[in-house]
């Protein structure tokens, strides 16, 4: 077996994360030695006590990482240790990175200038539009984009990511052969081509509840920071707010509308000291220092180049009228300066591209 095999092994084995791995590296110098120890000398080590031992005696290593090599095989998945040089810079910095990522895609070098961005799965038109947009913004500028690939704001954060053909990170509650949630697998496929999946748990672990806060630690931790789209009171993007400062990375958040339910955490946030973000170019700002030399040019007229470029003169003109708020026929009308008619053509020919959605009571809204 290669060290990386016996790495997988001891990954698989629920009671050792990275601080009973370090104990057990410290004691006997490789992971091969780990399982030539006896009882004895493996009860020596701190936080390793009779149970543990055993689980290490026991367990099947032959069968066990035969399994977890043929799901690697069948979902085009590579597994990278936490003593591999290709490890990700920034979550060898923290207090407990994974021993073993399991990776579809590719991390590279330059996904150390990482960012997240996260937030309510319940989230609102304008929060699912705003982290779509910080998305773009912060990939258009050369960030990779880190998210959890959950409902609402982590997959809308991906979404303008891979709109502006930039780099994007997901990682997941789950093993990369169970990708949660199911409706998101093919966002995953697209991620995996421009970025990477990634998951610190065995190939074929289920998406259990208690997976997610710690999965958490590593969306911050290969991060430079955090930005909170929309958070509930008792949301996991505060876990993931709390993992950012115990990490030393910086905490961003966009304000929300008062007395809203997924206001509550990102306000709170503000209040206690976060950033307020309201575009990229406050989080650049924040980062510059670091990120100094690295990022491209802005171009303020990117975004619109890439969504109106398929758009005559008056499609144009009345999505450009339309805002990440709903705005009722008349607003729009008002505002593009066309006649009642046109626009209504022009509405309906932009929601057939997918650029627009019709709302309750005649409104609309941009989706993108």
């Not at 601080?19 to 701190?46: C, D, H, W, Y």
């Not at 050369?142 to 959950?150: E, K, R, Y």
């Not at 115990?246 to 990102?266: I, K, N």
Request: aromatic share 6%.
């Amino acid at each position: 077996m290669t060290e990386l095999e016996y790495l997988m092994v001891l990954n698989l084995l629920p009671e050792i994360g990275f601080i009973r791995f370090n104990n057990l590296m410290k004691r006997f110098g490789s992971p091969k030695n780990i399982f030539k120890a006896s009882r004895a000398q493996l009860e020596t080590v701190e936080k390793i006590g009779p149970k543990i031992a055993d689980e290490i005696l026991n367990c099947d290593k032959e069968k066990t990482l035969k399994c977890e090599l043929k799901l690697i095989d069948k979902y085009g998945v590579k597994a990278i240790s936490c003593l591999d040089k290709d490890y990700p810079e920034n979550l060898k910095e923290i207090y407990d990175p994974p021993i073993i990522l399991y990776v579809k895609g590719d991390i590279i070098a330059e996904d150390k200038y990482a960012v997240a961005i996260v937030g309510s799965r319940n989230a609102s038109r304008y929060g699912i539009a705003t982290a779509e947009r910080l998305g773009y913004e912060l990939a258009a500028r050369g960030f990779t984009v880190a998210s959890g690939l959950a409902r609402g704001i982590d997959a809308s954060g991906h979404k303008g990511a891979l709109k502006a053909k930039g780099r994007t990170l997901a990682v997941l509650g789950s093993g990369l052969a169970e990708v949660y949630p199911p409706e998101h697998l093919h966002l995953a496929e697209d991620i995996a081509k421009a970025g990477a999946v990634v998951s610190e748990f065995p190939m074929a672990t289920l998406p259990y509840k208690d997976n997610f806060p710690r999965r958490n630690r590593i969306i911050s931790g290969l991060s430079l920071g955090v930005v909170v789209v929309e958070a509930a009171k008792n949301s996991g993007a505060l876990i993931t707010a709390d993992f950012a400062l115990e990490q030393g990375r910086e905490l961003f958040a966009v304000p929300g509308q008062a007395r809203a339910m997924t206001s509550f955490g990102t306000n709170a946030l503000i209040r206690q000291g976060a950033r307020l973000v309201e575009s990229a170019d406050d989080i650049i700002e924040e980062l510059s220092e670091v990120v100094k030399g690295h990022l491209k040019a802005a171009d303020k007229k990117e975004g619109k180049v890439v969504l109106t470029a398929k758009l005559n003169g008056p499609e144009e003109k009345v999505f450009n009228a339309m805002a990440e708020e709903p705005k009722s026929v008349d607003e729009i009308v008002d505002e593009a300066a066309l006649a009642a008619s046109e626009t209504l053509s022009c509405l309906t020919r932009l929601e057939l591209k997918g650029l627009v959605e019709r709302l309750p009571g005649k409104l609309y809204v941009r989706k993108a």
